[in-house]
């Protein structure tokens, strides 16, 4: 059984940083591709960042040169660095991890950005 658990999120004012974290535990051998989604009310959850196991990222549009994706693969822990926040950022933040064939999610961390 994998888990993964998101830590980081909280409330800051627009222009500020936060940064999350993601850590799977439990039965891994090697984690493939790490992801964070967000889900804002009333939305669907979309795709923000993701990170293949040998280092490669993308962004979403709306968050490229403000987020920054890493990871420890040592740590199973995957990072996503938020700067110059936006209230437009408010939403809960998932991670995801495929491993093998499966995909596991975390249970999900509020960010909300004031004006």
């Known amino acids: 059984q994998v888990q993964l658990v998101e830590s980081g999120g909280g ?16 039965s891994i051998s090697s984690i493939n591709t790490m992801y964070w989604y967000r889900q804002a009310p009333g939305k669907q959850r ?3 960042a993701f990170i293949l196991s040998g280092g490669t990222t993308d962004y979403a549009d ?3 040169g403000r987020f920054t ?25 998932y991670c995801r991890a495929t491993i093998g ?11 909300t950005v004031s004006s």
């Open 62 to 64: 709306s968050v490229k």
């Open 46 to 48: 979309d795709l923000v």
């Open 101 to 111: 064939a499966r995909n596991y999610w975390g249970q999900g961390t509020q960010v």
């Open 11 to 26: 409330l800051v004012q627009a222009g500020g940083s936060l940064r999350l974290s993601c850590t799977a535990s439990g």
């Open 69 to 93: 994706i890493s990871r420890d693969n040592a740590k199973n822990t995957v990072y996503l660095q938020m700067n110059s926040l936006k209230p437009e950022d408010t939403a809960v933040y």
